[in-house]
């Protein structure tokens, strides 16, 4: 909805898949319990898996929206392109800063031709890869705290997709409870920031991000 209030989802099927074919997907060409022994390949045809996505879904998992997320997902939808067109132009101009910056070792995004997913994002995402961005701070664990502490314009959250950036130091938060090892393997390091670029004026979003990157370079 454009400000972290209600998460929706579309399941797109083109109808035409042959799912009794290929015999790989039994829970939509065999008997289920659920609904009397109803085959929903022999059934609904094409359509099997969305017509099991809509039945099981709904009526078994209670996957309904309620009014209220309703109302912010199409409200939110109203302004989708322009919010999204600020978003990317504001993400490359704070990528252009933090690669540039002596507090950061490292920043990961799709733009970027570091990023090893760089060309499949050109080929499809020729509009923008969105304005999620990863970067690793100088001093490790200490360093991502004090950055954070110091963040004045950016809020420490953890969701994404907001209106107004947001900003996350993992291994302290979402994973603190895993080893600097395990943090390793699981590709979550000590000096790992998430940035969520909001759509607030770009140079305002810089200039907060690279005080609180001196701030955290302090002893």
């Known amino acids: 909805g454009g ?33 009397h022994g109803i085959d929903f390949a022999e059934e609904f045809g094409p359509a099997a898996f969305v017509s099991r996505a809509r039945a099981e879904g709904l009526r078994d998992f209670g996957a309904t929206m309620s009014p209220q997320n309703a109302f912010y997902i199409l409200q939110g939808l109203e302004t989708l ?20 910056h002596e507090a950061v070792d490292w920043v ?11 060309e499949l994002a050109k080929k499809l995402l020729p509009k ?22 110091a963040c ?7 969701n994404v997709g907001d209106a107004k950036t947001l900003i996350i130091h993992p291994a302290s938060t979402t994973h603190q409870q895993m080893t ?19 759509l607030e004026d770009p140079q305002d979003i810089i200039d907060d991000l690279n005080q609180a990157l001196r701030a955290s370079q302090k002893g």
């Open 180 to 198: 600097a090892e395990q943090l390793k393997t699981a590709g979550v390091g000590e000096e790992l920031i998430r940035l969520s670029v909001g």
């Open 3 to 35: 400000h972290g209030l209600a998460v929706g989802g579309v399941l797109v099927d083109g109808g035409r898949f042959d799912w009794e074919g290929s015999g790989k997907f039994p829970t939509l060409t065999e008997p289920y319990a659920g609904y």
């Open 152 to 158: 004045a314009l950016a809020s420490h959250l953890a």
């Open 81 to 100: 392109p322009l919010r999204m067109q600020r978003h990317v132009d504001n993400t490359a101009k704070v990528l252009e800063f933090l690669e540039s």
């Open 128 to 149: 923008g890869a969105g304005s999620i961005v990863s970067f690793g701070i100088k001093g490790g664990r200490s360093a991502g705290g004090k950055f954070i502490e």
């Open 108 to 118: 990961l995004h799709p733009t970027l031709p570091s990023h090893r997913d760089h």
